[in-house]
């Protein structure tokens, strides 16, 4: 069965400063993989997508992630935050097949000026 | 040029009554989805449909009734609401199984 952990329910960061939000999942086959971003009051945004292409994955507003199978973790990255990152963002799992996307329950990031 | 769309994005209601929420997506998509997002931001799928069929119907009360009458639309009737039901419904299209989802702007319902 597929599932998805993310690791902080909230992460503070200074503004200029490198953001890290941590995601492991749990997959019997070899699944897809998505961050995506909600800010306040709005829809969710995809900011990218592993699908059994380049382990690392390069997405909008200059986020990243790699997938490390071996760790079973999907990590996102950004070199520099900017204030207008603070929002909460999901990292997301679907097993081919399933017609289901597993929601991790979400990392608020809060960017300090 | 709105990729998917939910009408309506605010529905204020009172327990007992019946109410439909609609979805559209002009992406040329194959399947469609239903969520909900409770109030600490929990997402959780509750229909999946492709090309207009049934696929998944994740332990929803049969109060909850979607229908989807083309490939493009996939509309949800909530009956006899409670105030359980209270929470933000997003509609989301993805090309098929697997792919990337967009998701709608979101429905947020309030039961009083």
């Known amino acids: 069965a597929q599932s998805v952990t993310q690791l902080d329910s909230h992460v503070s960061v200074s503004e200029g400063t490198p953001v890290l939000l941590r995601c492991n999942y749990s997959?019997?086959?070899?699944?897809?993989l998505f961050w995506y971003v909600q800010h306040p009051n709005k829809g969710l945004q995809l900011l990218l997508k592993?699908?059994?292409?380049?382990?690392l994955v390069k997405g909008i507003n200059g986020f990243e992630a790699e997938f490390k199978k071996s760790e079973t973790s999907f990590h996102l990255t950004k070199p520099s935050a900017h204030m207008s990152d603070a929002a909460e963002y999901f990292c997301?799992?679907?097993?081919?097949?399933?017609?289901?996307?597993?929601f991790g329950t979400g990392t608020r990031l809060k960017v300090l000026a | 040029d709105t990729a998917v769309s939910q009408t309506p994005k605010y529905l204020v209601t009172q327990m007992g009554n019946d109410k439909s929420i609609k979805c559209e997506q002009n992406?040329?998509?194959?399947?469609m989805y239903w969520y909900k997002q409770d109030s600490k931001k929990f997402l959780k799928i509750m229909f999946s449909?492709?090309?207009?069929?049934?696929?998944i119907n994740e332990t929803v009360p049969n109060r909850f009734s979607p229908k989807s009458p083309d490939k493009a639309h996939l509309n949800l009737h909530i009956n006899s609401l409670e105030l359980g039901d209270s929470a933000v419904y997003f509609c989301?299209?993805?090309?098929?199984?697997?792919?990337?989802?967009?998701f709608g702007p979101g429905t947020r319902l309030t039961v009083t």
């Open positions: 992406l040329g998509h194959d399947t």
């Open positions: 449909y492709n090309n207009k069929e049934l696929i």
């Open positions: 997959s019997s086959y070899s699944p897809s």
């Open positions: 989301a299209s993805s090309l098929r199984d697997g792919y990337e989802q967009y």
């Open positions: 592993y699908t059994s292409a380049a382990t």
């Open positions: 997301v799992v679907s097993d081919p097949g399933t017609y289901k996307y597993i």
